[in-house]
């Protein structure tokens, strides 16, 4: 499978962005889906998933701001984000694996990556 993540820019705090990550070589809804973010100096650290089931898991941080969702008919999963602050700055990767329930979190459950995309929250 190979991913395409897209939808990165600059945007000032408090605007929104929608990322999305578009697959081939692949049907997309048999895999859990998930967004990771990496600040340059850190580790790479989860966002959200959805597993095939619809079922969506989210980091503190994106809880309430950010919402996962499929677009099963364009083998696409879209990463919604409100309210976007300083902090959200970082390379989005999109990821798509079959990881088990204590895995949907860690990057070591995803089989397969896109490139990234950056974004940016500046005034």
């Known amino acids: 499978v190979q991913l395409q993540a897209s939808g990165g820019g600059l945007v000032q705090p408090g605007g929104s962005l929608r990322l999305s990550c578009a697959a081939s070589?692949?049907?997309?809804?048999?895999?859990?889906v998930g967004w990771f973010r990496r600040v340059p100096g850190k580790e790479r650290e989860f966002v959200a998933a959805v597993k095939y089931s619809g079922h969506t898991f989210y980091a503190d941080s994106a809880k309430g701001r950010y919402t996962i969702s499929r677009d099963n008919a364009e083998n696409t999963v879209h990463l919604h984000m409100n309210n976007l602050k300083y902090e959200d700055t970082a390379v989005y990767f999109c990821a798509a694996g079959r990881p088990i329930q204590s895995a949907i979190t860690s990057s070591s459950g995803y089989a397969f990556w896109g490139q990234g995309t950056q974004v940016t929250i500046s005034s």
């Open positions: 070589g692949g049907t997309l809804k048999t895999y859990t």
